[in-house]
């Protein structure tokens, strides 16, 4: 497995002048952070009216998060420990105002100053105690309280965050109920070690139902006594290979890790007819 | 750091300071950069500004005696020291707000808590919030 950046070296040492040019040059990070963004903004589920809204970015690094919401006419601020991911967001140019700041210390910003807040890959550097005074389970709360606080009641707040444990889920989302946020944890493709991604998706305003994650089964998995049959087949062993049932299965496998997969179709698996 | 950005921000994160807010901005060197003007967005703003922080960045003035003479002319006397009312009928005030609030980047400058008077640096544009150990 690939080491952890959270386990080199703290983040305001970490991203250092070459980790961050890292994010201006290297387009396979800008593709995966830009993507994870927009979902993100997606999750932050905002109404629908074309206005534009002032959002919070925390963690917002070189500011490439930020240009998912400049694309969408948001207004946006920008927190960061990193002086050299700063420094390359200011290079960019970009529309947003960036400010250097430690997560854990709190959120500077007056009560009820945004409409929502992103943080993409940023949440997992306050599970660790870099300073001998860091208290990960105090910082985190104080994070959530100060977060809330500059909320808005009806704003939601969404952090793509790479958890090394289940430990640390807990612990993240304990401290964030503990602030008075309400919501949960969504995973999307669930069933892939490469597109698995986590986000914390938490509401200021009272409970409402959690966003459905991507690349799960439709259904939920339960007893089928109608196709008991079918079932009884398919304990005896797969279906066999090249036949339909097993280019059916193969597809919906893809489907599950998020792949780009052709739709099943009458055509699926068809014998060609062999005349040309 | 637009001047939209420090009506929000406050210092309430060091240790015992309750309110934290307006910091006491000072200007050393400050840039014009010409933005959209989205009437709709600044009212929609309003509410969350406070006004005498506005007026109070609309007076403050940047330490360069050659900037002190534009901003001055510019801004001082635009600005209403209590909030007048149907803001959003009143589109001059709105493209002076707009102008006051997102086109005005400050480069160099300091925030200063009004509590405890610890002074957060701005260099670059970037101010810097960072705590010491013994403020946390």
């Known amino acids: ?276 | 750091m637009k001047l939209s950005t420090y009506n929000f921000l406050t210092s309430m994160a060091i240790k015992g300071v309750k309110v934290g807010f307006p910091l006491k901005l000072t200007i050393n060197k400050k840039e014009v950069v010409e933005t959209e003007f989205n009437p709709t967005f600044v009212e929609r703003l309003l509410p969350k500004l406070d006004w005498s922080a506005i007026y109070g960045a609309a007076q403050v003035n940047p330490s360069d005696m050659r900037q002190k003479m534009s901003f001055q002319a510019e801004l001082t006397e635009d600005i209403p020291a209590v909030q007048p009312e149907n803001i959003g009928e009143n589109e001059a005030l709105l493209q002076k707000l707009h102008h006051l609030l997102f086109e005005i980047d400050v480069l160099e400058g300091q925030l200063e808590c009004p509590e405890t008077g610890r002074v957060f640096p701005i260099t670059d544009g970037i101010p810097n919030m960072l705590l010491n150990e013994d403020e946390v």
């Open chain 1, 1 to 276: 497995m690939a080491r952890r950046p959270e386990h080199s070296a703290p983040p305001e040492i970490f991203y250092n002048d070459d980790e961050a040019k890292k994010y201006s040059t290297n387009t396979r990070i800008i593709d995966i952070q830009i993507e994870m963004a927009e979902r993100a903004l997606e999750l932050l589920a905002l109404p629908d009216d074309d206005e534009s809204r002032l959002i919070l970015d925390i963690g917002c690094g070189s500011g490439l998060s930020g240009s998912v919401l400049e694309e969408s006419e948001h207004m946006w601020i920008g927190i960061d420990i990193s002086k050299a991911m700063l420094d390359i967001a200011v290079e960019r140019e970009v529309a947003g105002d960036v400010i250097l700041g430690d997560m854990g210390e709190g959120m500077p910003f007056k009560p009820g100053t945004f409409d929502g807040a992103i943080s993409i890959s940023a949440l997992q550097w306050l599970c660790n105690a870099d300073k001998s005074y860091h208290n990960p389970h105090k910082r985190l709360l104080k994070f959530f309280t100060t977060l809330f606080s500059c909320l808005t009641r009806t704003a939601r707040a969404v952090f793509q965050f790479y958890p090394e444990n289940s430990d640390q889920i807990e612990m993240v989302t304990s401290q964030a109920m503990k602030a008075g946020f309400y919501g949960g944890l969504v995973v999307d493709y669930p069933n892939s070690a490469k597109a698995k991604k986590y986000y914390l998706v938490l509401m200021t305003g009272g409970t409402a139902e959690l966003p459905k994650a991507l690349g799960t089964p439709e259904e939920e998995r339960r007893v089928n006594y109608i196709k008991k049959r079918d079932a009884c087949r398919e304990a005896r062993g797969k279906a066999p290979k090249k036949s339909r049932d097993w280019i059916l299965a193969k597809k919906e496998r893809r489907r599950r890790q998020g792949l780009d997969t052709r739709p099943d179709t009458k055509y699926t698996a068809r014998k060609r007819s062999g005349k040309f």
